[in-house]
């Protein structure tokens, strides 16, 4: 990859870059950002008429600067790909394109046709980078990702804000008591999942500690097991964090062998426990909501969304849309990450507390 292309598709690849250059990629992708958040809001000014309110000449130089910013990039971007036919007919190269090809047609032939409003389609293609933000951004993380929906949801609104007043937009009436019911089931659908995962989650929590207190006593007991409780201790620790199915399986081996050993002198109902909290633990560990109640709840949030966009009008739509985007994505997002409690990645937002284990290892 080119130092180019890294500019462009990865400025947050400090080691990636020379130190003049990371500084000039992440202003460049902030830029790239702002521009494309301002997009949508252009768009309704202009096609509203709006330019006395904010002044014409001022939001035409703003307009042609965002459409000579993408136009550079998308030169660049062609630059820096080495096959240049592929990127053309890939998704990324027909986000890049149609962000600013249509403007220069309509503008060349005198059109007339704006298309400004294809800028908003670049979320798509910088999506991925706000994985990669710095953890000291403003942007990074979980709030990245919710600022970048609500913006997206926001910029379609402001779209369709711009043909309400057309005569062929349909008119809805009477549509409060069936938003009213939509957003009472969804909230009873989401406040459900929460109850039953932060049940789970401590669940998990609880079970571990019981765990960690049978050590305590199997350690104490006998001082010839210490090796092999130590490397138990770590092997579950880490099959644990971010488990998968084999490890599952692997550890469920180990546990027998354990089990075994443990009977021999520690037979009892500590020993009972044990083992049955253990077997918890690892059964909950890749346990997941039905993909029936997860489908159900995603088409609920995704219908409801769209509803907000086009049955509600004006700044009271505009408003409504960014409270939905903002507290229900974000009620959304934060739930389904509350769903993979022992998944410890970057990305991860709430997650199981382990110290007692951890704390159980390094003190031994």
Known sequence: MSVLNIFLNDPFGKERLPAYLYVLARSYFYIS?????????????????????????????VSQLTLYFFTLDLILQFISVPKKVNYIFSLNGAIDI??????????????????????????LRIGKLFNNLPKSSFLAGFRGKL????????????????????????????INIILGLVTFSLAMLLGTKLSVLNNRMYAIEDSLCRCVGSLKIFW????????????????LLETIKNPHKEKINSMRKINNGLYQMLALKHDGPNLTNF???????????????????????????????????????????LVSILVL?????????????????????????ITANLEPLEEFIDGK
Do not use: C
């Open 33 to 61: 950002f702002s521009l494309i958040a301002i997009t949508p809001i252009l768009f309704f000014i202009e096609t509203n008429s709006l330019y006395k309110y904010f002044g014409q000449t001022s939001l035409s130089i």
């Open 98 to 123: 149609l962000a600013v090809i249509p403007s220069w047609i309509s503008i060349v032939f005198g059109l007339g046709f704006n298309s400004s409003a294809l800028r908003i389609l670049r979320l």
């Open 147 to 174: 600022i970048m929906i609500t913006i997206g949801i926001l910029g379609i609104k402001f779209l369709i804000m711009s043909f309400e007043n057309h005569p062929s937009y349909p008119i809805f009436d009477n």
């Open 220 to 235: 104490e007991k006998d001082p010839s097991i210490h090796a092999e409780l130590i490397d138990w201790s770590r092997t």
């Open 275 to 317: 083992a049955r909290d253990i077997a918890y633990i690892l059964h909950r560990a890749t346990a997941s909501s039905p993909f029936a109640y997860e489908n159900l709840l995603r088409d609920i949030v995704a219908i409801f969304t769209l509803v907000i966009l086009l049955v509600i009008p004006g700044l009271t739509g």
């Open 325 to 349: 985007s903002y507290v229900f994505f974000g009620m959304f997002l934060l739930v389904d990450d509350m769903d993979r409690p022992l998944d410890f990645s970057d990305g991860s937002l």
